[in-house]
């Protein structure tokens, strides 16, 4: 059985940074696309990165150029840098292995907030 759990979420002023990763077990996703999602109060899940694994990325244009993603290669999991935080950004973050489909997992979430 497949589980994620995602970390690194917490309290930031508008400016700063903080780095999320996603520890798995249960599977090691040697060739699956990792990304990150977000959901804030009263909106839908929306994509924020996502990397292949061939380490092709792709942002939302609303964090272009503030966050990374990256895969750590000893965990075969998911990393999201996020830089220059907005109030905005304000979130419970996902961590995604494996797409949107029946094969792919989802964690718990981490909550963002960034105080203005």
């Known amino acids: 059985q497949v589980h994620l759990v995602e970390s690194g979420g917490g309290l930031v002023q508008a400016g700063g940074s903080l780095r999320l990763s996603c520890a798995a077990s249960?599977?090691?996703?040697?060739?699956?696309?990792m990304a990150w999602y977000r959901q804030a109060p009263g909106k839908q899940r929306e994509l924020v990165a996502e990397?292949?694994?061939?380490?092709?990325?792709n942002y939302a244009d609303f964090v272009r150029g503030r966050f990374t993603i990256s895969r750590d290669a000893t965990k075969n999991t998911p990393v999201l840098q996020m830089n220059s935080l907005k109030p905005e950004d304000t979130a419970v973050y996902y961590c995604?292995?494996?797409?949107?489909?029946?094969?792919?997992?989802w964690g718990q979430g981490t909550q963002v907030t960034v105080s203005s």
């Open positions: 249960g599977i090691i996703f040697n060739f699956a696309p």
């Open positions: 995604n292995i494996g797409g949107l489909g029946p094969n792919g997992y």
């Open positions: 990397i292949t694994s061939r380490l092709s990325t």
